[in-house]
Nanobody, 116 residues
Framework: QVQLVESGGGLVQPGGSLRLSCAAS????????MGWFRQAPGKEREFVAA??????NYADSVKGRFTISRDNAKNTVYLQMNSLTPEDTAVYYC???????????WGQGTQVTVSS
């Protein structure tokens, strides 16, 4: 089983940067699809970024601004967010799926607020 704990959210000014972290349990972390989703109040949760191995995928809205990465030795996935705008304000959730995609694990979420 996988447990996910996000951290690193907070208040940042437009144009600023934040780095989110997701600490995962389990010794098979490196084989999982790892991703970030976000959800603003009253809106549906949307895909942000994902990584498996060295392959990455990004939503069009964050391409060129966000970078997803992982440190397998630390069982941690990161989301580096640059050039933040108020449209990025949301609760960000870490997601994990095994290669079979038979399960879908979620963290508790971390709030990101972009405001002047």
């Amino acid at each position: 089983q996988v447990q996910l704990v996000e951290s690193g959210g907070g208040l940042v000014q437009p144009g600023g940067s934040l780095r989110l972290s997701c600490a995962a349990s389990g010794r098979t972390f490196y084989t999982y699809f790892m991703g970030w989703f976000r959800q603003a109040p009253g809106k549906e949760r949307e895909f942000v970024a994902a990584i498996r191995g060295s392959s990455t995928n990004y939503a069009d809205s964050v391409k060129g601004r966000f970078t997803i990465s992982r440190d397998n030795a630390k069982n941690t996935v990161y989301l580096q967010m640059n050039s933040l705008t108020p449209e990025d304000t949301a609760v960000y959730y870490c997601n994990a799926q095994p290669p079979t995609r038979a399960y879908d694990y979620w963290g508790q979420g971390t709030q990101v607020t972009v405001s002047s």
